[in-house]
C-alpha cells in the first residue's frame, strides 16, 4: 500500500513483511502430491485461504503475526490493514477448500508436522481473544483444527523415533507448539499424548552436542528446541536435573560466548538465509530454559546473556530486503519478542 503508515512498534514493522506477503501468490513454492491431472492448479485454488508468503506453512505463520499483533498490539496503525487481510483468508468457503485439500487421499503427512503445529498455534491465538472478529474466525477455523488434531493422534502412537532435524521435520519444536495449543484449548487426550512421546523420546537423552550446531540449513536448534520442549513437561528440580545432564557444557560464569550466532553469507539464499531463523529460535528457546530454572540458579546469567546475543543479532537481519528471508523472518521474530512461548502457565505441579 502506498499509503501505508510508517510503523511505530517493531512489531509494525514484522506486521508489513506480513501483510505484504499473506495474498502474494508468486514466487510461490508448494508441496503438493498429484492425484491426476486434475490436481495442477494454481496455489490460490489449490489452498485459498494459504497461498501466500512463498509456502503453505509460511502464510500460516504470517496469519498468526497477524492475529499476534492484534492480541497483543491493540491500536496499531496497520490494525484496519490487518483486519482486512484476515477478513479476505478467513472465509468458510476458503477454509472449506483447505479442508478438502488437507484430507484428500494421499496428503496425511500434509505440512507435517511444522506446518500443521503452526496452525494449532494461530487457532490457539484466536481462541484467546475475546475480539469479536478473531472469535468469528476462530469457528471458521475448526474444521481444519479437528481434521489435523486427529490425524496427529493417528500419528504419535506410530512414530517410532524423535526427528532431529533443524529444518521443518524437527519434533521437538512443532511438539511445543502443539502442546501450548493442547493446554491453551483445553484438549486433555492430545496433551497427555504429547507428553507420553515427548518423556518417551527424550527423558534419557544426555550430552546433546551442541559444539555441532548450525548445520548449514538450520533455523531451529535440534539441542536447544529440545530442552525448550523438556520444559514443558519436566518441572523444579526434575527439570534442572534433566538440563545438567542433557547440556553440561552450560557455563557458571555469566558469559555469552559460550553459543555463537549463525552466521548468514548471502541473505539472498533461500537457504542459508535460514541461520537468520536460528538465532531467533535459539534466543527464545534459551529465554524459556532459563526461565524454567530456579531464579538464582547459576546457569541463568549466561543462557540470558546467550539468548540476548541471539536476540539482537537476529532482529537486525529482519527485513525487507531478500523475499528468501522477508517471507518468514518475521513470524520468528514477533515469537520472540511478544513472548510467545512463555505466554501460557504451562506449569501443572508434575
Request: net charge negative.
Amino acid at each position: 500500500m502506498t499509503d501505508r503508515a510508517e510503523p511505530v512498534t517493531t512489531e509494525d514493522r514484522f506486521a508489513v513483511l506480513a501483510l505484504d506477503c499473506v495474498h502474494r501468490e508468486y514466487p510461490n513454492k508448494i508441496s503438493h502430491v498429484l492425484n491426476s491431472a486434475e490436481d495442477v492448479a494454481a496455489p490460490s485454488e489449490l489452498t485459498p485461504a494459504f497461498y501466500g508468503c512463498f509456502d503453505w506453512h509460511s502464510s500460516v505463520h504470517g496469519h498468526w503475526l497477524l492475529t499476534r499483533i492484534l492480541t497483543t498490539r491493540p491500536g496499531s496503525v496497520y490494525e484496519d490493514e490487518i483486519r482486512a487481510k484476515l477478513a479476505k483468508s478467513f472465509t468458510e468457503e476458503n477454509l472449506a477448500v483447505e479442508l478438502a485439500y488437507y484430507t484428500t487421499e494421499g496428503r496425511r503427512s500434509f505440512e507435517r508436522p511444522y506446518g500443521i503445529a503452526w496452525y494449532l498455534q494461530l487457532v490457539l491465538e484466536l481462541e484467546e481473544s475475546d475480539d469479536p472478529q478473531l472469535a468469528e474466525s476462530r469457528e471458521t477455523l475448526r474444521p481444519l483444527e479437528s481434521a489435523i488434531v486427529a490425524e496427529v493422534m493417528d500419528w504419535l502412537p506410530k512414530l517410532a523415533y524423535p526427528i532431529r532435524l533443524g529444518t521443518h521435520n524437527q519434533t521437538a519444536f512443532a511438539f511445543g507448539l502443539m502442546l501450548d495449543y493442547a493446554r491453551g484449548v483445553g484438549n486433555a487426550e492430545l496433551e497427555r499424548a504429547l507428553v507420553e512421546k515427548t518423556l518417551a523420546f527424550h527423558r534419557d537423552d544426555v550430552d546433546c552436542p551442541l559444539a555441532y550446531e548450525p548445520s548449514g540449513e538450520d533455523f531451529l536448534s535440534p539441542c536447544l528446541m529440545e530442552a525448550d520442549l523438556m520444559r514443558r513437561v519436566l518441572f523444579g528440580a526434575h527439570y534442572s536435573a534433566w538440563l545438567a545432564r542433557f547440556l553440561p557444557q552450560i557455563p557458571l560464569d555469566g558469559g555469552a560466548d559460550w553459543l555463537e550466532p549463525g552466521v548468514v553469507r548471502d541473505a539472498s539464499d533461500g537457504k542459508l538465509v535460514h541461520l537468520d531463523g536460528v538465532n531467533l529460535s535459539r534466543a527464545w528457546a534459551l529465554e524459556g530454559i532459563a526461565g524454567a530454572l530456579a531464579a538464582d540458579d547459576p546457569r541463568v546469567p549466561a543462557l540470558l546473556a546467550a539468548a540476548e546475543r541471539h536476540k539482537e543479532t537476529g532482529i537486525a537481519a529482519v527485513s525487507d530486503e531478500h523475499y528468501s528471508g522477508g517471507h518468514w523472518l518475521a513470524s520468528f521474530a514477533t515469537y520472540l519478542t511478544t513472548k510467545r512461548g512463555l505466554a501460557l502457565d504451562l506449569r501443572d505441579g508434575g
